[in-house]
């Protein structure tokens, strides 16, 4: 590789993690209180899915058995 190639691949890098670096700083970063509640509903509306798609997959494992027997 030559010199100018790698001075190329080198400042090629640089810019893009000075681009990534200007990304992040227009992130807007949620506060704890805020956090802290959309985990909480994350958790919630998660456990409530499992719930259901249990009771689904209970249901129809029941009627194919019936339909077995």
């Given at each position: 590789?030559?010199?100018?190639a790698?001075?190329?691949e080198k400042?090629a890098?640089?810019?893009?993690?000075k681009?990534?670096k200007?990304?992040?700083?227009?992130?807007?970063?949620?506060?704890?209180?805020t956090?802290?509640?959309?985990?909480?509903a994350?958790l919630?509306?998660s456990?409530?899915l499992?719930?259901?798609?249990?009771?689904?997959?209970?249901?129809?494992?029941a009627?194919?058995d019936l339909?077995i027997?």
């Amino acid at each position: 590789m030559s010199d100018k190639a790698a001075k190329t691949e080198k400042k090629a890098k640089s810019s893009f993690f000075k681009g990534l670096k200007g990304e992040f700083k227009k992130i807007i970063w949620t506060d704890k209180k805020t956090l802290v509640k959309q985990t909480i509903a994350v958790l919630l509306i998660s456990a409530i899915l499992c719930v259901i798609i249990t009771l689904v997959d209970s249901g129809a494992l029941a009627l194919v058995d019936l339909m077995i027997k």
